[in-house]
Every structure is written in structure tokens, then in C-alpha cells.
Nanobody
Framework: QVQLVESGGGLVQAGGSLRLSCTAS????????MGWFRQAPGKEREFLSR????????EYADSVKGRFTISRDNAKNTVYLQMNSLKPEDTAIYYC????????????WGQGTQVTVSS
């Protein structure tokens, strides 16, 4: 059973930066593809980024490409999301998720961390 805990959210002014962390417990994170998602009030959950088990492959949604960077440290069982040039529309609850290599289903989710960007 994978347990994911996000941290690093908070209040930041537009143009600022935050780094989110997602730490896993229960199993080695290296077994999983990791992803970041967000959900704003009244909107559906949105895929942001994913990273392969080795860190050698990444993917980004157009809405964050060039501003957000996903990375992972398997030795620390942690995945990160560096968020730069934040905009008010980035305000949302941010979630990390894990899926087993070869699967298309995101099987495990964290509880989320709030990010609020003021204008």
C-alpha cells in the first residue's frame, strides 16, 4: 500500500515560485510512475505532469509547460514539482499520484496541498 503526502503549498504572489514535495511511504517509489494534478474550485481535476520511474522521461500539460518542472529523488522516496512564474489561475489544490509501471491507472493519491496565487 502506497501512502503519499504532499507538502510545500501556500500563498504566493503572482510571478512567484513554490516547490511542492510528495513523499511516499510503504513501498519504494522507484516502482511507480509519478504525477501531479490539480483541482480548482468548480473545475475538474487537471493533469499537470508525470515522470517515469527513472526520471528519464517527463510530460507536461500545455498550461504549465515552461513554468513547472517535475523531478524525483528515489533515494528519498520523494517527487517534486517546482512551480515558477505562478499566475492567479494556478490557484488550486495540488495532488500527487502514483501508478504502477505499465499501467494506465493512477492507483494512489495524496490528500492534496493548497496553492493560492494572489494577483
Amino acid at each position: 500500500q502506497v501512502q503519499l503526502v504532499e507538502s510545500g503549498g501556500g500563498l504566493v504572489q503572482a510571478g512567484g515560485s513554490l516547490r511542492l514535495s510528495c513523499t511516499a511511504s510503504g513501498v519504494p517509489l522507484s516502482r511507480y510512475v509519478m504525477g501531479w494534478f490539480r483541482q480548482a474550485p468548480g473545475k475538474e481535476r487537471e493533469f499537470l505532469s508525470r515522470i517515469s520511474w527513472s526520471g528519464g522521461s517527463t510530460e507536461y500539460a500545455d498550461s504549465v509547460k515552461g513554468r513547472f518542472t517535475i523531478s524525483r529523488d528515489n533515494a528519498k522516496n520523494t517527487v517534486y514539482l517546482q512551480m515558477n512564474s505562478l499566475k492567479p489561475e494556478d490557484t488550486a489544490i495540488y495532488y500527487c499520484a502514483a501508478r504502477i509501471r505499465g499501467s494506465t491507472a493512477w492507483s494512489y493519491w495524496g490528500q492534496g496541498t493548497q496553492v493560492t496565487v494572489s494577483s
